[in-house]
Nanobody, 124 residues
């Protein structure tokens, strides 16, 4: 299993970024893919989740209405569109995978495979 994040960077508050998670080494449709983030001194937080089986999604309350998760199953890639970014969104964002995809687990302990992370910094 390989997960490679990209798309992080520095953006001003109110701006947008789109993160990508390119996956390989497993059958995408058998897995759930999630985005977690971790800010310095804080616990890892689940942000968005998607089932590779049926496309079911879940967005955490802290980012609901600003972030969306989607997937391109043909390319085995998951995206996190982040709009109206705030300084408190600053964190390292990680892509993670687990199987089976059902239930769509929100606990980071349930995820076995992780990417290396991509830094998102939102300036005020």
């Amino acid at each position: 299993v390989q997960l490679v994040e990209s798309g992080g960077g520095l953006v001003q508050a109110g701006g947008s970024l789109r993160l990508s998670c390119a996956t390989s080494g497993f059958t995408f449709e058998d897995y759930a893919i999630a985005w977690f983030r971790q800010a310095p001194g804080k616990e890892r937080e689940g942000v968005a989740f998607i089932s590779g089986t049926d496309g079911t999604t879940y967005i955490a309350g802290s980012v609901k209405g600003r972030f969306t998760i989607s997937s391109d199953n043909a390319k085995n890639t998951v995206f996190l569109q982040m709009n109206t970014l705030k300084p408190e969104d600053t964190a390292v964002y990680y892509c993670a995978a687990r199987s089976p995809s059902d239930p769509l687990d929100h606990d980071y302990d349930a995820y076995d495979d992780w990417g290396q992370g991509t830094q998102v910094t939102v300036s005020s």
